[in-house]
């Protein structure tokens, strides 16, 4: 089971339930990918709200590999998701906001952090 406190997220891909987070590895991957300076640069790159279908399949696929997957960019490319493309966005944005967080979760008096 995913832990949303260490930025683990769970999703459905190729009807199989994986665990995905963005460990600083997997952070550090995005930004060699993305020429990024630093994780202000990628999380600028990202909150546009625009990604390709090439950064969700880098985001996903990190994100895979940051949970202890053996898993490359290409099977990542060649997985289904429930909901097709609007799915994998759906995935790549939960784990963004688990790893990047909106700062809600620090105002929520149920969260026990």
């Known amino acids: 089971m995913a832990n949303r406190l260490r930025g683990e997220i769970e999703a459905v891909l190729d009807g199989r339930r994986w665990t995905l987070v963005l460990t600083l590895g997997a952070l550090a991957e995005l ?42 960019d290409e099977q990542v490319s060649n997985m289904v998701a429930p909901g097709g493309a609007a799915g994998f ?9 688990a790893t990047f967080g909106s700062g809600e979760e620090a105002a929520d008096p149920s969260n026990p952090m």
């Open 31 to 72: 930004e060699a990918a993305y020429g990024a300076q630093d994780l202000g640069a990628l999380t600028e790159r990202f909150s546009s709200g625009r990604l390709s279908a090439s950064d969700l399949t880098k985001i996903i696929g990190a994100g895979l590999r940051g949970a202890g997957n053996a898993v490359d």
């Open 89 to 97: 966005a759906a995935v790549a944005a939960d784990l963004l906001a």
